[in-house]
RNA sequence: GCUAGGGUGGCUGAGCGGUUUAGGCGACGGGCUGCAGACCCGUUACACUGGGGUUCGAAUCCCUACCCUAGCUCCA
């Protein structure tokens, strides 16, 4: 199938390292808090890629982590008088709830970035006996200008963030980037070679992929507000580690807009998956978030999810009558044309959005009754909707 | 500045190489009503940002200009 790779703007042919099996890692949450429907997308999005996938005949190793260690959830549980673990065991917890609802098929594994603080030490030593890491105040920077392609995903770096750039600094180079740090006296630390520390953001990710998948993945997933700083900086540290390039597939999920704007925690216009669910089923949400490729924008606003719940219900209808008619016949030449537009979609960059649009023309025409057409075998398209799109239709 | 995606009839919005050029809103006419609304029926829009090019043929592909939207070391 055809993938679009965020590194070089393009699509390829996917190719993977061993026949028949991919190797992916996808960003998951920082559990401070419930998951909104940005998140449900990019998890979405992805458990479609890895049904196909499997469906195609691959085995799909999926390593998802959950970033336990991190500020804000160290303050949140303060706020709350807390421990920090309860706190993300939490939030882990709802997450599950809210994944089994959108029928999200589990990871092979979901590592934690608190099992991983001795790996990151080790990597950052690592970075540092090579000459790509330096001292620098309380902390130790990853030097960019030592490993070269910085900027790669991002596209035209300078360019980019020109502007944004925090030039009061003890970095040697303002795109440097902290792998650890200096603990203050209240934060949680570990002990390392430094004094007590904490890691910085993206060595975990590196740490947690390749303790699972080896030094190079196949795909690395993510929402599009990862590509930089996070994913930048991964590639980095995995290259100048290893000497080879991280990642063969960078793909990355558009956003959710909530009225025009994008829906993120620290502008706080997010909308949390089970306040949803109170009042919308999960296939509603799951049909919305495929409703368009995943490198489309969705704009959420009121009444997309009735729109959804509709549409939902009508192929719903449709799948029954195609059933009633006879699940195990042989397809018409008309469906197979069908299936043949919905399985070019798919196998174009993951359309969601066509292959959707195929299965609401199916279903219009079977629920019109329009005599003359022999819609036999039309059953087997809503099972891959089933399967594939992941959209329960029972 | 950079990246991605757009500019379609009064508005919104599909279509993304070629027969009847979606749908919705509106407008207009009719039905129903004491009147209006809601509802129902019908009518109405060859429109595709400007300029080049490819083609037998372009809204649809390519180039270029202009304009718009979102994002750009907190984030899925």
Avoid at 9 to 24: F, G, S
Avoid at 182 to 198: L, N
Avoid at 350 to 363: F, R
């Amino acid at each position: 199938m055809q993938i679009y790779n965020t590194r070089t703007r393009e699509k390829e042919e996917l190719m993977t390292q061993t026949p028949n099996v991919v190797k992916a890692y996808v960003c998951g949450p920082t559990v401070y808090d419930y998951s909104h429907i940005g998140h449900a997308r990019t998890y979405v999005n992805f458990d479609v890629l890895k049904r196909y996938l499997e469906a195609t005949g691959y085995e799909v190793v999926h390593i998802q982590n959950f970033t336990d260690v991190e500020e804000k959830i160290t303050d949140k549980a303060r706020e709350e008088g807390v421990d920090p673990t309860a706190l993300a065991n939490k939030y882990i917890g709802e997450y599950f709830k809210d994944m089994d609802a959108l029928n999200v098929k589990r990871a092979t594994r979901y590592p934690r970035a608190s099992e991983y603080i001795g790996r990151i030490i080790e990597i950052t030593k690592s970075l540092v006996a090579k000459g790509y890491a330096y001292q620098a105040g309380d902390a130790i920077y990853f030097e960019v200008s030592k490993a070269g392609g910085y900027g790669e995903l991002i596209g035209n770096l300078k360019g980019a963030l020109a502007d944004k750039v925090d030039r009061t600094t003890v970095k040697k180079d303002p795109f440097d980037f902290v792998l650890w740090r200096e603990a203050k006296e209240a934060e949680e630390g570990w002990e390392s070679p430094w004094g007590r520390g904490r890691p910085g953001w993206h060595t975990e990710c590196v740490a947690m992929a390749m303790d699972s998948l080896g030094e190079v993945l196949d795909v690395h997933w993510g929402g599009k507000d990862l590509i930089y700083p996070h994913h930048e900086c991964e590639a980095l540290i995995a290259k100048a580690l290893t000497g080879k390039t991280f990642v063969r597939y960078w793909m990355h999920n558009e956003f959710v807009l909530l009225r025009g704007e994008k829906m993120s925690k620290s502008t706080g216009n997010t909308v949390p998956i089970h306040e949803i669910l109170k009042r919308h089923s999960g296939e509603a949400l799951r049909t919305l978030l495929l409703s368009k490729g995943y490198r489309e924008k969705i704009d959420f606003y009121d009444g997309a999810l009735d729109e959804a719940e509709q549409k939902h219900a009508r192929i719903k209808m449709a799948a029954e009558q195609a059933r009633k008619v006879g699940a195990g016949d042989k397809m018409s030449t008309c469906v197979r044309d069908y299936a043949g537009m919905f399985f070019g979609a798919m196998d174009d960059d993951l359309e969601t959005g066509k292959a959707m649009a195929v299965v609401e023309h199916l279903s219009e025409e079977l629920l019109s009754g329009r005599p003359g057409k022999d819609l036999s075998g039309a059953a087997r398209i809503f099972d891959a909707v089933e399967g594939v799109l992941g959209i329960r239709l029972g």
